[in-house]
C-alpha cells in the first residue's frame, strides 16, 4: 500500500516531464473484460478474478425417455369390481352382520330382514303348489270321463256331443294345468332368489354378499323400516383390482393409448415401481384444466393399494441419449432457455438450447450444443450480467 500510494503522488510528475497529451498505459494487464462485436460473446481477461468463479465441465450424456408424459395420479375403486347392496323387497332391518372394514366372502349373510312380502311370496308358492294338485286331480277325472264317454258312445249309449265336451272339458284343465305350473315355478323361483323355506313358519330375508371383497360403506341401522328398494344399504368393493386414474396435460395426451403400460410411482412405496394397464382415455377436456382423464388398470393381490394414494403416473416410447446438463448451467430469457459454452480460455458463447423434462437436477438438451461441449456450469449469471 505505501508503495502504491508513492506511485500516485509522482505521477502529475510523469505527464508534465513528458508533455504528452493523455495519460501513459501502465505496464501490467488490464483486468477489464475486453470489448466483443458479438453480443453472444463474452471474454474475461487473464487477470480477471471472475475467472475464478466460473467453472466449466464437459456436457455429459444419458438415456432419456421419448415422449415421456409425468402426471399427477391417485389410487380408485375398480367401478367394474363394485357392488352396491340393496333390499330385494321392503320390510324391517332385523341385523346387520357385518362392520365396516370387514372383508367378505361372496354369499355371506350381510343383513337379515322381516319383511310382509316374503309371507306374501310363500302364500304365493303354497297356492300355487296346492293349485296344482287340484287341477291335477281335475284332469284326472276328466280323462277318466273321456274314457268312459267314449265306451258308452260306441255302444250307442250316450250322444257324441257329450263325448266332444267332455274332451274339451278336459283340454282346458290340462291348459290350467300347465299354466299353474308355470305360476308356481316363478314363484319357486322367487322363494329361491329370496332365500326362503316353504316348510319353515318364520320367514326372514338374509341379504347376502353378491362379491367377495371388503365393506367400504354402510348405510342402514338394524332397527330401520326400509320401503326403497334401490336404496344402498351398503358398498363392498374388490380390491384386488384398483385403478389409477390421473389428469394427462391435453398438449401430451397424443402420447398415450389404451392398452399401453404405464409406470406408477406412490407416495406410500417410494421404492416401488408400479406396472399398469390404460383401460380408458376420457373423450372430453376438462375446459379449467385443460387436461384429459386417463385410467389405467392395477392388479392388487396383496391389498397393499388402497383408494386415494396419492402418486403420479410416467409413460414413454422408449429412450434416446442425449446430452445432458445440470440445472444450474442453464439460464432462462423469456421463452428461451441458454448455456455458455467456453471457446477458449477465457472466451464463452451464449447458445440457445431447447431441453427436456429436468429429472433430480439434469436437464437434457434436445438441441443447441452435443455430448462433450465445455458448458459453464457455475458462474453462468457472472457472464449473463455482461
Not at 466460473?54 to 369390481?81: M, Q
Not at 448451467?329 to 464463452?348: H, K, N, T
Request: hydrophobic residues 40%; contains cysteine; charged residues 25%.
Amino acid at each position: 500500500m505505501r508503495r502504491r500510494g508513492w506511485m500516485l503522488a509522482i505521477a502529475p510528475l510523469i505527464l508534465v516531464s513528458c508533455g504528452g497529451d493523455g495519460p501513459v498505459e501502465p505496464s501490467r494487464a488490464n483486468t477489464a473484460p475486453a470489448a466483443s462485436a458479438d453480443p453472444n460473446r463474452v471474454v474475461l481477461p487473464a487477470g480477471s478474478p471472475q475467472r475464478k468463479l466460473v467453472r466449466v465441465e464437459a456436457a455429459g450424456t444419458a438415456k432419456i425417455p421419448v415422449d415421456l408424459i409425468v402426471a399427477p395420479g391417485k389410487i380408485e375403486i375398480n367401478p367394474n369390481r363394485t357392488s352396491r347392496v340393496v333390499l330385494p323387497l321392503p320390510g324391517r332391518i332385523a341385523a346387520v352382520n357385518v362392520l365396516l372394514g370387514d372383508s367378505v366372502t361372496q354369499g355371506q349373510p350381510l343383513v337379515t330382514v322381516d319383511s310382509p312380502d316374503a309371507y306374501s311370496a310363500l302364500a304365493a308358492y303354497r297356492g300355487a303348489r296346492s293349485e296344482i294338485r287340484q287341477l291335477e286331480a281335475a284332469v284326472k277325472k276328466a280323462e277318466t270321463d273321456v274314457e268312459r264317454l267314449t265306451a258308452l258312445h260306441e255302444h250307442r249309449a250316450v250322444a257324441q256331443k257329450e263325448v266332444l265336451d267332455a274332451r274339451h272339458h278336459l283340454t282346458d284343465m290340462q291348459a290350467e294345468l300347465e299354466q299353474s305350473k308355470v305360476q308356481f315355478e316363478e314363484a319357486g323361483r322367487r322363494m329361491e332368489i329370496l332365500g326362503l323355506k316353504p316348510d319353515e313358519a318364520v320367514q326372514r330375508v338374509i341379504v347376502r354378499a353378491p362379491v367377495s371383497g371388503k365393506v367400504l360403506g354402510i348405510d342402514v341401522m338394524q332397527g330401520e323400516f326400509r320401503n326403497d328398494t334401490s336404496a344402498s344399504l351398503m358398498t363392498i368393493a374388490d380390491l384386488s383390482s384398483v385403478w389409477v386414474s390421473s389428469n394427462v396435460p391435453e398438449s401430451a395426451i397424443r402420447h398415450i393409448r389404451v392398452g399401453e403400460s404405464i409406470e406408477i410411482h406412490l407416495t406410500a412405496y417410494p421404492e416401488r415401481t408400479f406396472n399398469a394397464r390404460v383401460t380408458r382415455i376420457a373423450d372430453t377436456v376438462d375446459p379449467e384444466s385443460r387436461t384429459v382423464k386417463v385410467q389405467a388398470e392395477l392388479g392388487n393381490p396383496r391389498g397393499r393399494l388402497r383408494p386415494e394414494m396419492f402418486g403420479e403416473i410416467r409413460h414413454s416410447h422408449g429412450v434416446r441419449e442425449l446430452p445432458v446438463v445440470p440445472t444450474s448451467a442453464i439460464i432462462q430469457g423469456g421463452s428461451e432457455s441458454f448455456v455458455f459454452v467456453e471457446r477458449a480460455p477465457g472466451e464463452y458463447e451464449r447458445i440457445a438450447i431447447e431441453t427436456g423434462q429436468n429429472e433430480n437436477g439434469i436437464v437434457p438438451v434436445l438441441s443447441g450444443i452435443e455430448a462433450g461441449d465445455p458448458v459453464v456450469v457455475n458462474g453462468s449469471i457472472l457472464l449473463q450480467s455482461r
